[in-house]
């Protein structure tokens, strides 16, 4: 079997071009889809602890860190300490990390619409319980194996 025909291949060749996409539009607003991720995580509940974004984020704790420090200086985001455990700090999106989510989640948006033209909404719809089917039993394997990153 030719790897082109793998759906692992498929799958991660076509997640990489979703990313490579969205990298293009998002450059002028000096955003990677790594930083775009955290700091939608954090739009969607902030003052939370690293560790927590880490998890939400599905990143690594030191990945979260690198990517926090360079919201930080963009002023997207900012960490403050945590009162309750005074060896970790909590992470707030900022007013300008807000308003930059209201101009990239359109463009994310027209995007995704891009690549799924010409698929009908119960397609899509399919699509998108199919691929949560795939990363729910992925990550159930991953936790069974004992291999999770959190």
Do not use: C
């Not at 930083?35 to 030191?62: C, F, H, M, P, Y």
Request: hydrophobic share 35%; no cysteine; proline share 2%.
């Amino acid at each position: 079997m030719s790897i082109d025909n793998s759906l692992g291949f498929i799958l991660n060749h076509a997640g990489r071009k979703l990313t490579q996409m969205l990298t293009l539009r998002y450059q002028p607003y000096d955003m990677t889809t790594e930083q775009w991720s955290v700091l939608n995580r954090l739009d969607e509940q902030d003052g939370i602890t690293q560790k927590e974004l880490a998890i939400r984020s599905e990143k690594d704790q030191t990945n979260v860190t690198r990517i926090l420090d360079q919201l930080e200086r963009k002023g997207l985001a900012e960490r403050r300490p945590n009162v309750s455990d005074r060896r970790s700090f909590l992470t707030y999106i900022t007013d300008k990390g807000r308003s930059l989510i209201g101009v990239l989640t359109p463009i994310e948006k027209e995007v995704v619409e891009a690549v799924l033209d010409g698929l009908s909404e119960e397609q899509r719809i399919a699509l998108r319980d199919m691929l949560v089917h795939v990363t729910n039993h992925a990550n159930n394997y991953i936790k069974e194996s004992g291999n999770h990153l959190d």
